[in-house]
């Protein structure tokens, strides 16, 4: 590439902004010309306002820049053309849906609009076709640019694990325990005194999310519009206190017969359109499979592919067509930051941006 597509960071203080500035401040193609955050943060330096937490140091020639208000007229005359979204559910969707009319690409990280449907919702190796509903989504909604959402972050591990044996065997029902982070939660998400030496057996809204995108993520495009696989999905959340990893229990109940080495080598064998296209952000394996008894586990197994790929273990055949496996993903890196610039990179491709 002669020069990098200009990127914005919005929310860039936040947990998950802190994501999106660590995978794309080396990134190839990207270059991160513009950090937004709150009012408090405006006109200081981005390393004077965030409390760094993320692994590795900040690096250094973004930590001088200085934060900027969400301006969408000042974002497109900085010849930003991709904004990556990071912030809070309650103030994204109308900031969003500016941007989007003003021509510029957004791969948001927020809840709304990921189950309309001319909105995809991208979870790279599983559903990259979905892109192709931007079409739609600009016909419809009369804009220029496009909104991408990717998914919850349990969802996005969930998806990548399953996606695999729906193609080869089919599936009638996912029934899912989840064991999550508190990172999922954000910076201050969960107060210590509540999380330490506990599990909490209940997160807002989180079942109906990973149940109703399950959905739409494993479906397919119906004259320029995404449908809903016709599966059950069950789920069950709780908060552990573990920094980050999402750890889930899945039962697969499948259409056709499915033994133990089955499951392994359809899992092993996977690769997805960004392993093809050999994307910056794509994993060499996007599945591992541990076979001890005791794996996958948070400490040990979250960075797996950088943290871009699911550990899946403790693979059992409960009955002819039900499957127990264990999860596990890196919530903040492929369940948020990761899943978005993964994205980002197959519009680039699709599109012919790069």
């Not at 229990?249 to 359109?273: H, K, M, P, W």
């Amino acid at each position: 590439m002669a020069s990098r597509i200009k990127v914005a960071v919005l929310g860039a203080t936040g947990l998950v902004g802190q994501r999106f500035i660590q995978i794309l401040s080396k990134h190839p193609w990207f270059e991160v010309a513009y950090l937004a955050a709150s009012e408090r943060s405006v006109g200081r330096k981005y390393r004077d306002v965030t409390k760094w937490i993320v692994e590795n140091n900040l690096p250094e020639d973004i930590g001088e820049m200085v934060v900027e208000r969400i301006d969408a007229d000042k974002i497109k005359e900085e010849g930003i053309e991709i904004v990556f979204s990071a912030l809070p559910s309650n103030v994204a969707l109308d900031i969003e849906v500016e941007l989007a009319r003003k021509g510029l690409l957004v791969f948001s990280n927020a809840s709304p609009l990921r189950l309309e449907k001319d909105v995809p919702l991208i979870n790279g190796e599983v559903n990259p076709e979905h892109l192709g509903v931007v079409e739609t989504q600009r016909r419809v909604r009369g804009w220029g640019g496009v909104i991408v959402k990717n998914p919850n972050c349990s969802t996005a591990i969930l998806t990548l694990a399953v996606k695999p044996l729906l193609d080869e065997f089919g599936l009638r029902r996912i029934i899912v325990t989840t064991m999550q982070a508190v990172s999922g939660a954000g910076l201050r998400g969960v107060a210590s005194i509540e999380i330490i030496d506990n599990i909490i057996p209940f997160i807002e809204k989180e079942e109906w999310k990973i149940e109703n995108e399950t959905r739409k993520i494993l479906g397919r495009l119906v004259d320029g519009f995404i449908e809903p696989l016709d599966v059950n999905v069950y789920a069950t959340t709780t908060r552990v206190p573990v920094v980050d990893g999402h750890l889930e229990v899945v039962y697969l109940e499948t259409s056709r017969s499915i033994d133990v080495e089955q499951a392994i080598n359809t899992l092993e064998e996977f690769r997805g359109v960004p392993q093809d296209m050999k994307l910056p952000t794509a994993p060499e394996k996007p599945i591992i499979v541990r076979r001890e008894v005791d794996r996958p586990q948070p400490r040990l197994d979250r960075l797996a592919g950088g943290g871009m790929s699911v550990v899946v273990g403790r693979i059992e055949a409960k009955e002819r067509n039900m499957l127990r496996m264990v999860v596990l993903g890196h919530n903040t890196i492929r369940g948020a930051a990761g899943a978005a610039v993964l994205a980002a990179e197959l519009y680039c491709k699709f599109y012919g941006l790069v």
